[in-house]
């Protein structure tokens, strides 16, 4: 059965254009609480939001739809989405939303549906519910009597951040480190900033969001406004987060960019280390380079490919009993501490292992040297370009080109009408001519 409204990441679009419009969210509301209305308990749902505008549209629609069909509204506000994800679990919610399109422009939203374990739903879960969005729900609505209640909750900031905090080991002190971070003018604008000041020396960038301004030339998707507070302030690092806090990438003290598998294999050599690494292994997509795979056998360790998305990053890191996997964007999970990525643990794993080596962030954080790779992105209006059958045929001619010296990985994107189009190779020349080769077949077919 084809997926009509869930992507990769929840359903995310356009705000006010099908599906992201206020009746949609409403819809979603009924038939999510439907779904998970279970048992004769009193029923609850936590939901969290960015900072977008279209957030307080959005946060009002789902609550009347969860609460017409008889389950509890507790509202927190502006909070990461891994936030919302524990909390969702910590308070033995029967579901958790989180309104955000992350990294996307203020323009679009999104919603993400977390189950009572504060895990993502899964795809049958999405399925149902996207077969009850279809269906006359209005037999399904609550008597007046039975009508959820919604209320706020003021003390979720510091529930996350206590928990954040507690993820740092307490044997270690970030006395000395002068800390940069940029929180995208989105959700972690208060929580990041605080837990990281209760630590050591901090300054933040991107904490003064006005609806419009996430993502907007700040955070992990444009980390050029920290490198340049890195340097301008003589900091010893910098941490980017995204609109909703998942993601992570850092910035050394020479303000160069380090992205999630240079993140990835120095967790998981930190964690060996510690003898806390579990199965063996790292997780991470097809995205993640080749020096990263390499890197990783030769700690004596495997790394396993999955699709992209985390949730499949998370799927196999549970089926092979891994405890950190993740992807070259900066979504990182980090299985012992949370459900879903969480930019800001990421972040303190990170600051424990810089500290515990005790040398420049630059020489920690560049385990390994990166083969040449290049992503580029091809914009279409409908249809299936992939299929067909010259854009095919391109792509296996690049393929044999390349041989086993290089690889290709070309995708439809689960969250944007894109194709992307990545090349991996010995040398930046023949990456280049690779992608170009494809995105003009594919560009043509579009």
């Known amino acids: 059965m084809g ?125 149902e519910i996207e077969s009850l969005l279809d269906q006359d729900l209005n037999a399904r609505l609550a008597t007046p009597r039975d009508i959820g209640r919604a209320r706020k909750i003021e003390d979720a900031r510091g529930r996350y951040i206590h928990f954040a905090k507690s993820t740092f080991p307490d044997r270690l002190r970030l006395d000395g480190l002068k800390i940069v971070v940029d929180c995208a003018n989105g959700a972690a604008y208060n929580v990041a900033p605080t837990a990281l000041w209760e630590l050591g020396d901090v300054e933040a960038i991107g904490v003064s969001p006005n609806g419009f301004n996430i993502n907007d030339k700040v955070g992990s998707t444009h980390p050029q406004a920290l490198a340049a507070k890195v340097l301008e302030t003589g900091a010893h690092m910098g941490l980017a987060l995204d609109g909703d806090a998942d993601r992570l990438i850092i910035v050394d003290e020479k303000g160069q960019i380090v992205d999630g598998d240079q993140l990835m294999a120095l967790i998981a050599r930190s964690w060996q280390g510690q003898d806390c690494l579990r199965g063996g292994a790292l997780v991470a997509t097809v995205m993640s380079n080749l020096g990263l795979e390499r890197f990783v056998e030769g700690l004596g360790l495997r790394l396993h490919r999955t699709k992209v998305g985390d949730r499949y990053v998370l799927e196999a890191m549970r089926a092979l009993g891994c405890n950190v996997g993740g992807e070259q964007s900066g979504h990182i999970i980090l299985s012992d501490y949370g459900t879903t990525g969480d930019g800001l643990v990421a972040a303190l794993q990170i600051l424990a292992a810089v500290v515990s080596e005790g040398r420049a962030v630059s020489e920690v954080t560049r385990l390994f040297q990166p083969l040449p790779q290049l992503l580029k992105n091809v914009r279409f209006d409908g249809g299936q370009p992939l299929d067909d059958p010259a854009v095919q045929a391109v792509i296996a001619d690049v393929e044999k080109r390349l041989g086993n010296s290089g690889r290709v990985v070309i995708r439809k994107s689960g969250t944007e009408p894109l194709i992307r189009v990545m090349a991996e190779a010995e040398d930046e020349a023949t990456v280049t001519e690779a992608v170009e080769t494809i995105c003009a077949a594919v560009q043509k077919a579009a």
Not at 26 to 31: N, R, Y
Not at 39 to 55: E, M, N
């Open 3 to 127: 997926r009509r409204y869930f992507g990769t990441d929840g359903i995310r679009g356009l705000t006010n254009k099908a599906p992201m419009t206020a009746e949609m969210a409403m819809k979603v509301g009924m038939a999510a609480g439907v779904k998970f209305l279970r048992g004769a308990h009193k029923h609850r749902v936590v939901i969290g939001k960015d900072t977008r505008l279209s957030g307080y549209m959005m946060e009002t629609a789902l609550t009347a739809g969860f609460t017409s069909v008889g389950m509890d509204v507790v509202l927190v506000g502006p909070m990461p989405t891994p936030a919302v994800a524990m909390l969702t679990r910590s308070m033995r919610a029967d579901l958790g939303v989180m309104i955000s399109a992350s990294h996307n422009a203020f323009h679009d939203n999104g919603i993400k549906l977390f189950g009572p374990d504060g895990y993502k739903l899964s795809d049958d879960d999405e399925l």
